[in-house]
């Protein structure tokens, strides 16, 4: 079988680290990156990834026919004209969260993979990346739990503020926190509950701590329901000082035979390391360490780019995700200190 042939697009987000990692463990090989400018990423990554060549001109990578797939992890707001341009070029791709920022861009993106054939892929780290939520899913196909009929997210994050770009602050350029952020909570949503659509039911995003950066939406929320199931987020960009890692991310499944609770990144005050689960049903009441669970994403995108499947994810999937998040966003309520463009 032969190799697969990967190229970067933008490394604006430190999410392009775990992607072309990911990529080169599935055993893929890269051919070279492109950035514009010199992100605050640009010392890490070219120290991490130091044997792959930088190039000047994107369409250099573009016209390489050995290219098979492009991650693209610029800012959110040019994700997906750059996807648009690698498949309009006969390239996949695997786009960091959001894939995109507006409702306009997502029918591009409809129109170009329905045109090209392409995959158009997002990499949601928060599901693909995080061993004990792999574990979780295994669980609940075995009906560890019965049928998963509500999800509660949260995604609380560490502002970093003096770290931060100018574009981190800018409505127009990050999308907001909940096309942005809660895009990963509506994905595990639809994917717990195999929900192929649902309902933004309300949603309202604010800015209760930032007043000097207006247009930062530091806090959101989302009730939405399917047919099946209905769902709580919450993400926000409080996580205090003291807390040991960015963010304490937990996920609640609430199943008609039992619960399952992710404390994917830390487990506060109490037992060290990542990806602790814990599991309450009818004969079991226990604590399971997930951290050594394999992860798939990455292995079966690389299957789907060469066999043409959806093994890593639908692509109506991730469509679905995308379309939610930006209704959530447009019809959040505005709290605080919000200014700007909505």
């Known amino acids: 079988m032969s190799e697969l042939k990967v190229a970067v697009l933008g490394?604006?987000?430190?999410?392009?680290?775990?992607?072309?990692?990911?990529?080169?463990?599935?055993?893929?090989?890269?051919?070279?990156?492109?950035?514009?400018?010199?992100?605050?990423?640009?010392?890490?990554?070219?120290?991490?990834?130091?044997?792959?060549?930088r190039v000047a001109d994107r369409a250099q990578l573009l016209a390489d026919p050995d290219v098979d797939l492009?991650?693209?992890?610029?800012?959110?707001?040019r994700r997906a004209a750059l996807a648009i341009e690698a498949m309009?070029?006969?390239?996949?791709?695997?786009?960091?969260?959001?894939?995109?920022?507006?409702?306009?861009?997502?029918?591009?993106?409809?129109?170009?993979?329905?045109?090209?054939?392409?995959?158009?892929?997002?990499?949601f780290s928060e599901r693909f990346e995080v061993p004990c939520v792999a574990r979780a899913a295994q669980l609940v196909a075995?009906?560890?739990?019965?049928?998963?009929?509500?999800?509660?997210?949260?995604?609380?994050?560490?502002?970093?503020?003096?770290?931060?770009?100018?574009?981190?602050?800018k409505r127009d350029q990050y999308?907001?926190?909940?096309?942005?952020?809660?895009?990963?909570?509506?994905?595990?949503?639809l994917y717990f509950t195999q929900s192929t659509d649902a309902q933004i039911v309300s949603s309202s995003v604010g800015n209760f701590a930032n007043p000097q950066h207006p247009e930062l939406e530091d806090f959101g929320e989302i009730l939405l329901r399917s047919d099946n199931a209905q769902g709580y987020i919450r993400v926000d960009w409080y996580t205090p000082d003291a807390l040991p890692n960015w963010g304490d991310g937990r996920l609640t499944l609430l199943g008609t035979e039992g619960t399952i609770e992710l404390r994917k990144y830390v487990d506060v005050a109490t037992r060290e390391g990542t990806d602790h689960l814990f599991l309450v049903n009818g004969d079991r009441c226990e604590y399971i360490d997930a951290s050594s669970e394999p992860l798939s994403y990455f292995a079966a995108l690389?299957?789907?780019?060469?066999?043409?499947?959806?093994?890593?994810?639908?692509?109506?999937?991730?469509?679905?995700?995308?379309?939610?998040?930006?209704?959530?966003?447009?019809k959040a309520q505005r709290r605080g200190n919000l200014t700007g463009a909505v």
């Open 142 to 169: 075995e009906g560890a739990i019965g049928r998963v009929v509500q999800t509660m997210g949260v995604g609380p994050h560490r502002l970093n503020l003096p770290s931060r770009p100018d574009w981190f602050f």
């Open 88 to 123: 309009q070029a006969g390239k996949d791709v695997m786009t960091d969260k959001p894939g995109c920022t507006t409702a306009a861009q997502l029918q591009q993106l409809r129109d170009v993979v329905a045109q090209t054939g392409r995959i158009w892929s997002i990499d």
């Open 302 to 330: 690389a299957h789907d780019v060469r066999n043409r499947t959806e093994t890593a994810m639908s692509q109506q999937h991730c469509f679905t995700v995308m379309d939610l998040a930006l209704q959530a966003q447009q």
């Open 70 to 77: 492009v991650l693209i992890a610029d800012i959110p707001a």
């Open 175 to 189: 999308g907001g926190v909940l096309c942005d952020i809660a895009s990963h909570q509506i994905d595990q949503f």
């Open 11 to 53: 490394i604006d987000h430190r999410h392009i680290f775990g992607m072309l990692a990911g990529m080169l463990d599935a055993g893929c090989v890269c051919t070279g990156w492109w950035t514009e400018g010199e992100p605050g990423t640009l010392d890490g990554f070219s120290k991490r990834f130091a044997d792959l060549p």
